[in-house]
Structures are given as C-alpha cells and as structure tokens.
C-alpha cells in the first residue's frame, strides 16, 4: 500500500527552539493533513493543506503543501512543553479517499 | 465544532467475551466514519470504512466477521470486538467525516481494549 516517510521519528529540543518535521511520499496527493497526539488521546487536527504550494499557520505552527505535491512539512516555532506529543502527516489521494498516515514524530521538549 | 466522542475508554475484559466500542459525532453528520488500530509507538493502521446506511469496507487482513461494524446513523457507529482474544488487546480510534468529498477527518478520544 501507499507509505509516507515522516521523520525524523524522534527529537529532543529545548523550550524556545523551533522544530521542523516532513512527510514524502512516492504517490501524488492532494491533500495533506498535520495531526498531533498525546499519550492516550486520539489524534488532534492541526492544519489541512489542499493546493500545491499552499503555506498555512495556526498560531506558531506552520505547514507547508510541497509544489510536487509529494511532500509537505510542519514547523513549531518557540517550542513550549505542552508541544509534547506525537505528530503525523497524512495524505488523501483523492477526495473521498481514505488517509495514509506518516509514522509519526515523537516530540520531547525540555524545559 | 467537528467533536466526535468514543464510549468507553477504557475497558477490559475476559478472553472469549464481545466488546462493543461506540463512537458518536456530537455536533455533525458524519456520512462516513473511520476505525483505526494503534498499537504502542506505532502509527494508526486502518480497520475500516464505514459510510452509514452500507456495510463497511473492510481493509485487507481484517476480519469482518470478528471486528462487526455498524453505522446505523449519521451520528452513530459501533465496532464489535468479538470472541476477544489477547492479541485484540489494543487501542482503537474512530474518526469521522461529513461528507465524501469532504476530506478532514475528526478523530474521537480512542477506546484502550485489555483482554486478559
């Protein structure tokens, strides 16, 4: 089936850092969507990106949808620790499709 | 706006036993809802698709006859777990969307399943 690569899979940084993260793909798709999730939580919608090239933020996340429509990334900027969690790219093919998940991002930062 | 809730969210149970998982969008018509597996630092591994009104579309290597999935309303699925074993012992998350082309999914909080 379809594969993202996330990486990196883990990073430790200090509070105040920025962090960047990505997810590429071999496949073309047309929607990238950024999650977040805590330990026992279920995963938390961050951004939605659906145009090649397309730059979002929410707040002092930003994400990017690649112009190959092959990858996208995710930056933290000025970590906090409460931006502890696991992160996930995932990507949709079509519209209607299901989601193909990155392995994720383990995020530890320190205070 | 787009919470969806799981019930419950914790449970164990003996092995041999049905669980049932529900899994309710509280402020949206969800048309099709999603089940996931997760095991510990692992990415979420899709169970299956369920659009409400239709039998589920279930993903290759998933049993349908052990992992029944329900969707008898626009807010409302249900996955049962049955004749658990200890291998079935995992944590399972329902996402839901409200419409095909719509493309967001919300994700409920997730059910942890512990069968002895």
């Known amino acids: 089936g379809q594969q993202l690569n996330q990486s990196p899979q883990s990073m430790f940084i200090q509070e105040g850092e920025d962090v960047s993260m990505n997810c590429t793909s071999s496949?073309?798709?047309?929607?990238w969507l950024w999650y977040k999730q805590d330990p026992g939580e279920g995963p938390v919608l961050l951004i939605a990106l659906y145009k090649a090239g397309e730059l979002t933020s929410n707040g002092r996340l930003t994400a990017q949808f690649g112009i190959t429509r092959k990858d996208s990334f995710l930056n933290i900027s000025a970590s906090i620790p409460s931006d502890v969690g696991i992160y996930f790219c995932?990507?949709?093919?079509?519209?209607?499709?299901?989601?193909?998940f990155g392995e994720g991002t383990q995020l530890t930062v320190n205070p | 706006g787009a919470v969806v809730s799981q019930h419950p969210s914790r449970v164990i149970c003996k092995s041999g036993t049905s669980v049932k998982i529900e899994c309710r969008s509280l402020d949206f018509q969800a048309t099709t809802m999603f089940w996931y597996r997760q095991f510990p630092k692992q990415s979420l591994m899709l169970m299956a698709t369920?659009?409400?009104?239709?039998?589920?579309?279930?993903e290759q290597g998933v049993e349908k006859d052990k992992f029944l999935i329900n969707h008898a309303s626009l807010t409302l699925s249900t996955l049962t777990v049955t004749s658990a074993h200890p291998e079935d012992s995992s944590f399972y998350i329902c996402s839901a969307r409200w419409g095909f082309s719509y493309n967001e999914q919300f994700f409920g909080p997730g059910t942890r399943l512990t069968v002895l």
């Open positions: 995932a990507g949709q093919m079509a519209s209607g499709s299901r989601l193909t």
């Open positions: 496949s073309i798709f047309n929607t």
């Open positions: 369920s659009n409400e009104g239709s039998k589920a579309t279930y």
